[in-house]
């Protein structure tokens, strides 16, 4: 067991100082809204973005502007560049920068997607995360501090290695055995400092949080309706969004007719959640895939929930709108003591009995030779690139032109390590 980390109180001075401790009760329950966008699901990252993609930041950066109380996170950063560069106006552009700068908008991961850590090169996987996060810097001056690894198929102790390096203060799974995550559930171990590299040991150290059972999308089951739980924008719908705003599956709305009912299966859920953890510091992850295209019903009918559960003194719970960093700020100012994890990694991935994903690791070899010759074009590319701009300086190719190729494999090289890609996941 050791103390939090230097790099960690560095944090704490650098974002306002510790966090003083919460006293025992009530639960203090941090609903982080997020939309999981997985580029290359399905669907094209074109048709996705005409389908709801663009959908989700347009009314994401509105609703957050009319309330001050609201946060958003933004996990990967293909969907949100493409919606910069051809979707958002001068008055969104000025909305975001503002947004980011009260920190209510946090960019998470910041690579260009959320990529595999089964089947990917290291190379590759420092690519996509320089592309993402130079893109954030260029743009908004931030740089990204922290993880939202929710969805790849196992957690490499490469990882937290990278991620570290990267400069980030913690880092957030979730897809491991569910024989182990049960274990951890039950000794309430989810959350460890993590050193993934033996021969650099304490130098990369990252404070690691494990998601409980549910994972990184909210209950969709509710007790009073046949419809899924806190989904009120429905599910996305392909191959065009409804010209009437009625999406399949809404929820139920939330009214004073149900409105008990609904607090009782959240503050449920969120006290199942509390019992695996060591603070009383509730992570509360609201969203899934392909949410928050509509967020004005999202928001509107969960700000009620939220102003009626923080009223009812009996449920012990205080719930509110935080962004991850301010989830990770809190846990920080425990001043807890955690256990040490080494290299040890979270592969194979098993979700139940009889259920290992390791079909990935070998299926779709002619997408993974592309993609690792890919790869190799690229970097020879950039190498040839950059002794010809030395040894002739004013020589005959365009400089621009070449660039501008360069930038396309780039792109193509980092959209390609999203944990549906490169693992022939995705349809």
Known sequence: MIPLLTFLITFLICHGGVVASHSPDPLQVFVIPHSHMDVGWVYTVQESMHAYAANVYSTVVEELMRAKHRRFIVVEQEFFRLWWDAVAGAVQRQQVHQLIQEGRLEFIIGGQVMHDEAVTAIDDQILQLTEGHGFLYETFGVRPQFSWHVDPFGASATSPTLFSMAGFNAHLISRIDYDVKSAMQDSKKLQFVWRGSPSLSEKQGIFTHVMDQFSYCTPSHLPFSNRSGFYWNGVALFPDPPKDGVYPNMS??????????????????????AAWFRSNDVLWPWGCDKQFFNSSIQFNNMDLLLEYINSKSEFGVTAQYYTLGEYFKSIYGRNLTWEVRKNED????????????????????????????????????????????LKHPSGSVCKMWALEQLQALRWAVSEVQHHDGITGTES
């Open 252 to 273: 139920l709305p939330v009214t004073s007719d149900n409105i008990h009912q609904y607090a009782e299966t959240m503050v449920k859920n969120i006290k199942m959640r």
């Open 346 to 389: 979270f592969l194979p991935y098993s979700s139940d009995t009889y259920q290992a994903w390791t079909g990935f690791y070998t299926s779709r070899n002619i997408l993974k030779g592309v993609a690792r010759r890919a790869s190799s074009l690229l970097y020879a590319g950039e190498s040839a690139f950059t002794q010809y701009l």
